[in-house]
C-alpha cells in the first residue's frame, strides 16, 4: 500500500510562482508513473501532468511551458513547478502514483489547495 502527501499549495497572485510536492511511501513504488491532477469544483478532474520513473514527462496542453514536473526517484517525491500562475489554475492538486502494470493511477494524495488571484 502506497502513502502520498502532498505540501507547498496556497495563495498567490496572478503571475506567480508556487511548488507542490508529493512524497510517497509504503511497498511497490519501484517502476510507475507519478503524477499530480487537479479539480475544481463543477469541472472534471484534469491531468495537469505526469513523469515516470525514467524520467518521461506529459503535461496538459494548458499548463505546458508553464509547469515543470520533476521527480527524485531515491526519496520517492515528485515535485510539480508551476510558473505564471492564472486564476483559472485555481483548483484542488492531487498527486497520484501509477504501478507499471496499471492503466489507471492505484493511490492518490489528500490534495492541497491552489488559489490564484486575479
Known amino acids: 500500500q502506497v502513502q502520498l502527501v502532498e505540501s507547498g499549495g496556497g495563495l498567490v497572485q496572478a503571475g506567480g510562482s508556487l511548488r507542490l510536492s508529493c512524497a510517497a511511501s509504503g511497498s511497490g513504488l519501484s517502476d510507475n508513473t507519478m503524477g499530480w491532477y487537479r479539480h475544481d469544483p463543477g469541472k472534471q478532474r484534469e491531468l495537469v501532468a505526469t513523469?515516470?520513473?525514467?524520467?518521461?514527462?506529459n503535461y496538459a496542453a494548458s499548463v505546458k511551458g508553464r509547469f515543470t514536473i520533476s521527480r527524485d526517484n531515491a526519496k520517492n517525491t515528485v515535485y510539480l513547478q508551476m510558473n505564471s500562475l492564472k486564476p483559472e489554475d485555481t483548483a484542488v492538486y492531487y498527486c497520484?502514483?501509477?504501478?507499471?502494470?496499471?492503466?489507471?493511477?492505484?493511490?492518490w494524495g489528500q490534495g492541497t489547495q491552489v488559489t490564484v488571484s486575479s
Open positions: 513523469i515516470t520513473t525514467g524520467g518521461g514527462t
Open positions: 497520484a502514483v501509477q504501478p507499471y502494470w496499471a492503466t489507471v493511477p492505484s493511490s
